[in-house]
């Protein structure tokens, strides 16, 4: 196939996408956007806030198809995965491995003249909060030779939680915040880049809804939030939570709270998923029990087998147990999620995968912020 015919097939697809997007995504969570006017290739990059959050994007660049950094796993779904790289040419990340052929091959586009775009907080919130994008990505905008597009999604969250199971019908909107022209990034370090991003695309939902108060409408506002909140802040019991429509429980202590149209928390305690989730951040590091479940575990590139799997927390450290094998968390140099059913992480001898559709695999992600590389509570963060 030549680059013109290449070039020809991606750009109908893309129009075709736009169409299909403006008529489901747009309207069924009420997204309005306005448009990115960069002329010629340029690197966008955008808070991450919904699974969706690619189409959001692609609506407001009409102009031409942008390259997306797509998670790896999208390149192992059989015939789906063939049709996704035909016709959309996404570029490969490992979540829970280094980034470098990412970065090679991102600057390889922009300069083909195509445009990137990436979501370099490099994870879906879980909370509403934008989090830091990888350090080195103000390197990567100044390396890439092209202007800089910043773009922030708001009440993302709140119309599709990370966690939840359906989407409430609420407001969505995305804009460019700042164009940043080659000129422009040269007179600036890597440093200053990389929190001009952070700066332009933060967004806390719970700071806008206070002052917005927007509805969104659902009669299962609860639903899934387990998934994200999994410490009981009455008995302090983990893994004992459980949702149904509107309410939260803990299955302990039997406390519950509900989540009303705005988002917010009632029952006492906490009266937001980020406030409780920070909390909870810290208080894993005194938790006392196992979490298990059973999924498929794939040591990527390779066989996937059936397989029970557990989070071990002892207090003060962390391992997980896939069967019969223990793995402490200073065994594993890197871990990440997809979506809320995939925990990738890697080790010396391998990059694997456990999916578990019904599981929760949250608590491992946060064991493993509160933990540190070590598997142990770190001495310069006492208990």
């Known amino acids: 196939m030549t680059g013109g015919d290449y070039k020809d097939r991606r750009t109908g697809f893309w129009r075709f996408l736009q169409w299909a997007a403006e008529g489901l995504f747009a309207r069924r969570f009420r997204y309005t956007c306005e448009q990115i006017e960069a002329d010629g290739p340029c690197l966008v990059i955008s808070n991450h806030v919904t699974n969706s959050d690619p189409f959001f994007l692609g609506l407001a660049h009409k102009r031409a198809p942008l390259s997306f950094v797509a998670s790896e796993h999208i390149f192992r779904l059989g015939m789906i995965s063939k049709l996704i790289v035909k016709l959309l040419d996404p570029i490969p990340r490992s979540k829970a491995a280094s980034g470098a052929s990412t970065v090679k091959n991102c600057l390889k586009r922009l300069r083909a003249g195509e445009p990137v775009a990436l979501f370099a907080e490099g994870d879906c919130t879980w909370n509403g909060i934008t989090k830091p994008v990888f350090p080195a990505t103000g390197k990567l905008a100044k390396a890439a030779g092209v202007p800089l597009v910043t773009f922030r999604i708001e009440g993302g969250y709140l119309t599709k939680p990370r966690w939840a199971k359906k989407a409430r019908i609420g407001r969505m909107h995305g804009a460019p915040v700042h164009v940043y022209g080659v000129s422009e990034l040269k007179a600036m370090t890597a440093e200053e880049v990389t929190a001009a991003i952070d700066r332009d695309i933060y967004e806390n939902a ?17 639903a899934g939030l387990e998934r994200a909140l999994f410490i009981c802040p009455e008995c302090g019991g983990a893994f004992c939570m459980s949702s149904e429509n509107n309410k939260l429980v803990c299955t302990g202590c039997h406390h519950e709270w509900e989540v009303d149209e705005y988002g917010f928390l009632s029952g006492g305690g906490f009266r937001t998923v980020a406030e409780w989730d920070e909390w909870q951040k810290t208080a894993i590091r005194d938790v006392r029990g196992i979490s298990r479940g059973e999924g498929y575990l794939t040591r990527v590139g390779g066989a996937k087998k059936k ?67 070590g598997g142990e509570v770190s001495p310069e963060r006492p208990a």
Request: glycine letters at 8%; proline letters at 6%; aromatic letters at 12%.
């Open 307 to 373: 397989c029970a799997y557990a989070l071990e927390l002892p207090g003060g450290s962390a391992a997980i147990r896939l069967g019969e094998t223990r793995l402490p968390y200073s065994e594993i140099s890197d871990m990440a999620m997809v979506k809320t059913d995939r925990l990738l992480f890697t080790t010396g001898d391998g990059y694997y995968e456990i999916k578990s559709p019904r599981g929760v695999l949250r608590p491992f992600i946060t064991a493993w912020e509160a933990f540190g590389h």
């Open 206 to 222: 719970w700071t806008r809804q206070e002052a917005e108060r927007v509805p969104y409408r659902s009669n299962k506002r609860a």
